[in-house]
């Protein structure tokens, strides 16, 4: 069982990293690294524009957005991605690449997602931090930027990467529409094997967890930096008043 | 825009015909008052008389329904580009009942960063500024403090430099010290006091009734959304005017 896996790796380790380049497009563990990284990339600037279009007084902004959210997130991601595939050149008649197809709408339906966390964390902070920057002549978006966001963001930090997380195993439903990605060699790979889907699969599972994985911890260590930063102060502060009175206190 | 150029004799805040409805309740039943430059007005009067709401509609944190405010001769509340407001709010120091210091910044950030971003001063100047300030309320040494490591008392000081950063010719306070423990009173009202005494016009709603007798030159009493009683302290508090006036003091005694 782990001989047929080390195996596995070995005939098939190039394949499983870029899938069939130079000889075709790049896929395997670098399109799903790429693609996951870039629909991180572009989804977190979008849910912050949508959460604060959703915050908007304006109905302008605040109605469209709000459908859009609630449609994206009432709409399994397989059906997007289906209707990406098949609408998008049928309505545009240019065709788009798969990659592309799956970018686009990994940005979008996590980016809903993803507002609906941001705009939970600013609703969170309460009036009075925007009301004192306002008051301080600081422009909402000034406001926001400055004072509201570094705060909420931060609050919903554990919320951000379970979405970032899922957003990576998101990437493997690639697969449908025939995106080049690690699913898409693994899959390749059991094909010609035919007999051992289980080794395969397993493979697959391991490398997504590790990348899962990770991610969380950066997320952990880099919340445990800023909570340090944040309080080092108070530590410094204490060891400073300690040995003053280890000083100035004497036995009487 | 219409903005005229302040006479010296001219009222630094000038409330006409003030009028504010939360749907069928009316909070603000006409206020007509004068704050001269250099005044110190202190509002108070029961809970719920409004005085919280007129001292918010000052800086425009509030909307009125009618009437006008002006502000070092500028008509606050004329319909007005979002930018004019921004700049009109930035000459008029505000300091909460709950400080509102954000919380991911240190004390001197808090105060510096407001100058920076809003004024686009330079940024050594800016710090520069925030240190004198921060020796003013005594609080040199908590410089680098967050705020979540700062008492309430140092909290409201921190709060009050960073107002004082973006030099405003006017200060409003909302209880400064209701939301303080009772023996960290007198470190923040001895920086208002300080203030009043550099010339600062300030408007404060508060109950310390001894600050109010020390430094106020007139006291607003406000009650259901009136101005009741307008005097100077010792006046007020030895020979008030109206029973509602006798009845809030004699409460306040007890």
Redesign the interface.
């Given at each position: 069982m782990i001989s047929d896996i080390i195996a596995i790796i070995r005939d098939y380790w190039l394949l499983l990293l870029i899938g069939q380049y130079p000889n075709g497009p790049l896929g395997g563990l670098a399109a799903t690294l790429m693609l996951s990284v870039l629909a991180i990339a572009f989804a977190f600037p979008v849910s912050i524009a949508l959460a604060l279009a959703r915050l908007s007084k304006s109905p302008l902004l605040n109605w469209p957005v709000s459908a859009l959210v609630y449609f994206t997130r009432g709409v399994p991601l397989l059906m997007l991605i289906l209707w990406g595939y098949f609408l998008v050149p049928l309505v545009t008649g240019a065709s788009v690449p798969s990659f592309l197809t799956m970018l686009v709408t990994l940005v979008v339906y996590q980016g809903a997602f993803l507002s609906e966390v941001v705009r939970g964390g600013i609703v969170a902070l309460g009036h009075?931090?925007m009301?004192?920057?306002?008051?301080?002549?600081?422009?909402?978006l000034?406001a926001m930027r400055?004072?509201i966001l570094?705060?909420a963001l931060?609050n919903v930090i554990p919320s951000i990467i379970s979405v970032f997380v899922s957003t990576i195993k998101d990437t493997t439903l690639g697969y449908v529409i025939n995106v080049p990605d690690l699913t898409f060699a693994a899959s390749q790979i059991n094909n010609q094997l035919l007999t051992q889907p289980f080794q395969v699969f397993f493979i697959l599972a391991a490398v997504y967890y590790v990348i899962c994985w990770s991610l969380s911890r950066v997320a952990v260590l880099t919340e445990r930096r800023i909570t340090r930063k944040?309080?080092g102060?108070?530590a410094q502060?204490t060891a400073k008043s300690l040995k003053l009175a280890a000083l100035t206190d004497q036995p009487s | 825009m219409n903005t005229i150029a302040p006479s010296k004799n001219s009222p630094m805040i000038e409330l006409t015909g003030v009028r504010k409805n939360y749907g069928n309740y009316e909070v603000l039943k006409g206020i007509d008052a004068e704050v001269a430059r250099g005044e110190v007005v202190v509002i108070c009067g029961p809970s719920g008389s409004g005085k919280s709401t007129l001292i918010r509609t000052v800086?425009r944190?509030e909307e009125i329904g009618s009437g006008s405010i002006s502000c070092d001769g500028n008509n606050i509340h004329r319909p007005m580009p979002?930018?004019e407001l921004?700049?009109l709010?930035?000459?008029?120091g505000?300091v909460?009942q709950?400080f509102?210091?954000?919380?991911?910044l240190?004390a001197i950030d808090n105060i510096a960063?407001?100058p920076i971003?809003?004024?686009g001063v330079a940024r050594d100047v800016a710090y520069a500024k925030a240190t004198q300030l921060l020796e003013r309320v005594g609080l040199t040494d908590k410089a680098?403090?967050?705020p979540?490591?700062l008492s309430g008392g140092q909290q409201q000081r921190v709060a009050i430099a960073?107002?004082l950063a973006?030099e405003p010719p006017v200060m409003l306070f909302d209880e400064p010290t209701s939301a303080l423990d009772p023996e960290m009173v007198g470190e923040v009202l001895s920086v208002m006091k300080g203030l009043a005494a550099d010339g600062m016009t300030m408007m404060c709603v508060t109950h310390e009734m001894g600050f109010a007798r020390d430094v106020a030159d007139r006291v607003w009493f406000i009650d259901q959304g009136q101005i009741v009683e307008c005097a100077p302290p010792e006046e007020f508090f030895s020979r008030p005017q109206t029973a509602r006036a006798q009845r809030f003091l004699s409460e306040l005694r007890h």
């Open positions: 009075g931090q009301e004192a920057a306002r008051a301080l002549g600081h422009s909402y000034g400055y004072v570094p705060q931060y944040r309080a102060t108070a502060a | 800086n944190l979002a930018k921004n700049r709010r930035s000459r008029i505000f909460f709950s509102n210091l954000f919380p991911h240190s960063m407001s971003r809003v004024k680098n403090a967050y979540g490591q960073r107002a973006m």
